[in-house]
């Protein structure tokens, strides 16, 4: 088993732990000790609902959540399905670890479970962030960013994304969505830009190249920076229209105070992202979003919502653990019921037209409340037996309070 890796960021601090077993279906051997983007463990309860269920809505963007890096990530969907009431959840999300070389071509087994929900629908889309560098969040300084992007750009770095390319097309998976080196405008991450942009542009140039030489591929690009300025203007990182597909960003509620407003006009905020995909001729993309700084914050899931609305991303994949998500999290409780609302029932189909009520109508039996696929039943005490426990399982372990001795 895989050590536990821990992750901060600059402008939002987000704790993450993963345990990676060596001997599963949906992940597999070959992970090196390191940090790289997994939900806690273990996962906190869906959030519940008291509220009835909304009535279902038309079609809207296609979206997804990031749920968990690992198997779990994979066997949530069908839970958070449930809980929107059957709305289709048609984008999986993960991130390749960026801990070694080994671990961004695609570990043994890792992308086995994610490659087999994408096959299963030809409309499901599978969104994969990759690092560019190993060693990717151990905080390393500018001056040993710099030489490691000028060997990028020099080519030394090319045969690990021809391994990765020739993977994904071997699982049946070409058409995979690549996040490339995401929020390189802050400081985060070692595939940052600002040590040296030209050389970062160069190097993104050549990943694509590379990987769109492998045959059998389809590919699309998703150039995502984090919103507003950071560290650098993601503009001054952006490598040309040729080399990118999607024209991402991603937006957490924050920083504390900022109205919604203001993220759609800060400079190099949402608008600016729209503005620029325009007149690039691309698409937009949300590959992370969520709460953060402002709590449980209603307003800025409705607003976020509606701008993807109006905007039609290609796809967003909300974070869904604590504290940006709604669905994992039980802390944001009226920003989860706006989330739910929003989408509750969504699919591509026409709403059907009502058929006539009979003379003698059966009255049904009342249908139980969406299921969050992943809590315990109100009558059982939730056992913390862990992802791979329950992932077997195929659900959460629970002991019945009415199985115990002397129970009536």
Known sequence: MAPQWRRTRRGRMSVLTAAVTVSVVLAGPGFAAGPHRAAPEPAPAPAPTATPAPTPVGPGPAFGAFLDSGPLGVARIAGLSQWLGGAEVKVAHTYLPGGRWSDI???PGFLDGWARWRRAKPDRTLVLNVPLQERDEEQLSDAQVRPLLRQAAAGQFDQHFRALAEKLVKLGVPDTVLVLGWEMNGITYTHRCGPDPKAWKTYWNRIVATMRSVPGQRFRFDFAPSRGRDAVPWTECYPGDDTVD??????????A???FDEQITEPYGLQAQVDFAKAHGKPVSYPEWGLFRNGDNPGYMRRMLAWMDEHRP???T???YCPHGVWQCPTNPRASQVYRSTLYGRSDQPTPTPTPTPRN??????????????????????????????FGAGGRVCLRFDRLPGAR
């Open 318 to 320: 909300l974070t869904d």
């Open 314 to 316: 290609l796809y967003n």
């Open 105 to 107: 071509e695609g570990a």
């Open 246 to 255: 999607i024209i991402g960003m991603d937006s957490y509620d924050q920083p």
């Open 257 to 259: 105070g900022m109205p």
């Open 361 to 390: 109508p059966v009255t049904p039996a009342p249908a139980p409340g969406p299921s969050s696929g992943t809590g315990a039943p109100a009558d059982c005490s939730d056992l913390a037996t862990g992802d791979w426990v329950e």
